[in-house]
């Protein structure tokens, strides 16, 4: 299950096919092929058949088994010098005089039962296990070597109930794993030791579970669970903790000793960081609330460092699996447990990461914030001018030249690592508002950009150094021009990432690097960027990094669309990341990707012309958006609307309009820092005010002219 998870979040194509219940005439002409005769001689036989089985293909094939093995059909041989044909026969009254179960589990019952008793225990172990189990597992549950477990599943196999997975299912039949070292070599031991069975159906499994006493059930799983995790080393727990931790759940009501159920929490917290690492977030969450109910009242006192690390690993999960509500309800009763603000960070990081999630942008501010100042790191929100915020930037890189002493820009990636506790909280929290403030306050976001800064240059780099070089580098192409060395800073961070290796930067690297960084100095049409976006587009998905998915999805649409890529093609990955966007939950990037997608439907298709539609189905719910989105100050939201407002309007040669909405998309490019959009932005804008220029008078045309001249100079 964890590996088609895995493969549908991968968005490789997956075929499901349903198997139908056979009809009558189906099953007549089956029952006529296997007994070789004719369907009019079958016809009553199928109809009986198709009113015991409703037509199920396996409680089919296993009913005529049974009236075969109870000599209700009976093959008549005769000897060829008898000039007689040999047949099939059956007494229809007969079979329906006797009681003949339409219940396919009583059926496999009754056929399990006919086996030898110590093979009808081992089944019922291997039921236990589940759908699919393997001998070494079943050898140890059973108490027996793993020669005299296989021997006991022989006439299993024989009858068909089980069969095996790998043709070295013979091996210890053969010999005495004692032996087998002094015959074999050691490399086909260890091959011979995984030996995997499979019930050849559900209903089968479902059969040999049922003969265990109801009252039974909990006592034989807790038993099993507790046999495994006695015979398991430490590093093979970690291999099979499913299989240990599924069993002890299902008899954990039985456990008495409180130690006993500290234990057994520890194997959930380890069951459930395994799923969460495999993506699979529901069954993560499961294995964590489970582990969760197994704690004492007095777990917090007793055991605080434990208990913190269950609560926060559930409350990741939880935001893992969009449960908000959750998210919100948790993070307060764990906040109130908590001895002390750095055991804290991770909860508010969080919480701030909930809240974006859920486009309250403001939320996550004012919870970063809050935390920001008890770290020492005192903000004010409120905006300043895109004068003051290029003067700031020009200021830093002057005090930057004296802090490094000499050093290059490059040499940044040889400092020691910081240390600080709190500082690394300070850095850890700005981090995780990051996106928040970007798309609600932009000189507040350059602000924290430079605090980051200057705790990597005075308190030495951390790991996410790498995202703050970067970030300044697109704050030194973005605002201030200074292209070389933001290149230079976009460079120095590629280079940390590439040193440090840490899979959950590279993905935010990546997009900041060719999304507002490389693109200054590189033409938008070289294949290179995309590759490296769609490499960490997929790490993302296999990593579930859902925030980030959609930025790099955005970026790498947006290379195809400004570096030339055929208009149809670019649609078809607008759609397509569109629908992947959309399991991620992330309502800011949703609602981003489509106003991009209608920009490139406004081309390609004429559905939207009337209104060149970006927003929704009509103009009046496109401008309700609109309005919640200046209500927000969503500078991003707003300015992409208008840009491919613009974009739009000045190709279809709406040229006063489209000059209008380039006005609108002017007031919030500074939000951009350099992202793709603005140099398109700065293009299209004085393509719209020359369309314009003659629709105006002197003074006008003159402002106009200053305006062109301006935008080429930012370009």
Known sequence: MYSLEKIKQAQVPVNE??????????????????????????????????????????????LLDSLYQENFLVFSFHKQQNNRQSYWQWDLEEIERVSITDNVVELMVGKIEKLDKKTQQVLKLAACIGNKFNLEILAIVNNKSQTVTANELESALHEGLIFPLKNNYKVPLLWNPEDLSNQLSENYFESAKYIPYKFSHDRVQQAAYSLIPEAEKKQVHLQIGRLLLKNLEKDELQNKIFDVVNQLNQGSSLITEQWEKDELAKLNLQAGKKAKNSTAYKTALEYLEIGKKLLAENSWEEQYKFTLELQVETLEVLYLNYQWEQVE??????????????????????????????????????????????????????????????????????SLKFLLKGKNIEDLANMPKMTDPYKLAAFSIIQSVGTALTTRNFSLRIETILIQLNL???????????????????????????????????????????????????????????????????????????????????????????????????????????????????????????????????????????????????????????????????????????????????????????????????????????????????KYVAGMIGYLCTPQHNFYYSLACLAHHNNCDIEQRKELLEQVEKNQEDI
């Open 17 to 62: 096919i349903t198997l139908y219940p056979l009809k009558i005439n189906q099953i007549n002409q089956l029952i006529a092929d296997t007994l070789s005769c004719s369907t009019e001689i079958t016809k009553l036989l199928a109809e009986l058949v198709a009113k015991k089985t409703g037509g199920n293909p396996f409680f089919l094939t296993q």
């Open 456 to 666: 990597c240059i005075k308190y030495n780099n951390l790991p996410e150094a790498a995202t703050t070089y970067s970030l300044y580098g697109v704050l030194l192409c973005g605002i201030i021009k200074d292209i070389d060395s933001g290149y230079r800073f976009g460079k120095l961070s590629l280079k940390l990432l590439e040193k440090d290796n840490i899979d959950q930067l590279e993905s935010v690297l990546i997009n900041q690097y060719y999304g507002n960084i490389w693109h200054w100095k590189q033409l938008l049409n070289e294949k290179l960027s995309r590759e490296k976006l769609l490499k960490s587009l997929q790490k993302d998905i296999n990593l579930g990094n859902n925030e980030h998915i959609g930025y790099l999805a955005i970026t790498y649409c947006f290379i195809e669309f400004f570096g030339g890529c055929n208009l149809e093609d670019v649609e078809r990955d607008y759609r397509k990341y569109s629908k992947l966007i959309a399991k991620t939950h992330q309502e800011y990037s949703i609602n981003y990707i489509e106003i991009c997608k209608n920009i490139v439907l406004n081309l390609t298709t004429t559905e939207q012309h009337k209104y060149y539609l970006l927003i929704g189905n009509s103009q009046d719910a496109e401008n309700r958006v609109i309005e919640i989105y200046i209500n927000q100050e969503n500078q991003w939201l707003l300015f992409i609307y208008y840009f491919g407002k613009t974009l739009i309007l000045y190709l279809f040669k709406d040229y006063l309009q489209a000059f209008k909405n380039s006005q609108y998309a002017d």
């Open 329 to 398: 309800k948790l993070s307060t009763t764990i906040l109130e447990k908590v001895n002390n603000i750095l055991d804290g960070i991770k909860i508010y990081e969080l919480v701030i990461l909930s809240y974006h999630g859920q486009f309250q942008p403001q939320k996550s501010v004012d919870i970063a914030f809050k935390v920001l100042e008890k770290l020492g790191i005192k903000l004010s929100q409120e905006f300043v001018s895109q004068s003051v915020i290029k003067n700031r930037i020009e200021q830093q890189q002057k």
